[in-house]
């Protein structure tokens, strides 16, 4: 499976911002899929997932309310709907699949497959 990852950029406090995942190569939608940041000298923070069975989702606590993971079947493709964003939410953004057919993590070891990462900047 191969993730591309865009629709980072900057925007101001308060802003914002919808990234996408396209999954190539291979069926996205029977495997649960995450998004992680990362800032510089940090490890990779899980933003928040969505399942394969049911499409349910959960988010890290920094993020609930804020952000909206969903799935468009046809395309292949995961979102990452963020609204109302704040300075600490800059990172570089990545999305991941795992393997098919098992649960959501909140590990990233446990993600196989990840995009090349898109900057978000949220500005104060």
């Known amino acids: 499976v191969q993730l591309q990852a865009s629709g980072g950029g900057l925007v101001q406090a308060g802003g914002s911002l919808r990234l996408s995942c396209v999954a190539s190569g291979h069926n996205l939608n029977n495997r649960p899929a995450g998004w992680f940041r990362q800032t510089p000298g940090k490890e990779r923070e899980w933003v928040g997932g969505?399942?394969?069975?049911?499409?349910?989702?959960f988010y890290a606590d920094s993020v609930k309310g804020r952000f909206t993971i969903s799935r468009d079947m046809p395309k292949n493709t995961v979102y990452l709907q963020m609204n109302s964003l704040k300075p600490e939410d800059t990172a570089v953004y990545y999305c991941?699949?795992?393997?098919?057919?098992?649960?959501?993590?909140?590990?990233?070891?446990?993600?196989?497959?990840w995009g090349q990462g898109t900057q978000v900047t949220v500005s104060s």
């Open positions: 991941a699949a795992r393997q098919l057919w098992t649960d959501l993590s909140t590990g990233p070891s446990d993600y196989t497959y």
């Open positions: 969505i399942k394969w069975r049911d499409d349910s989702t």
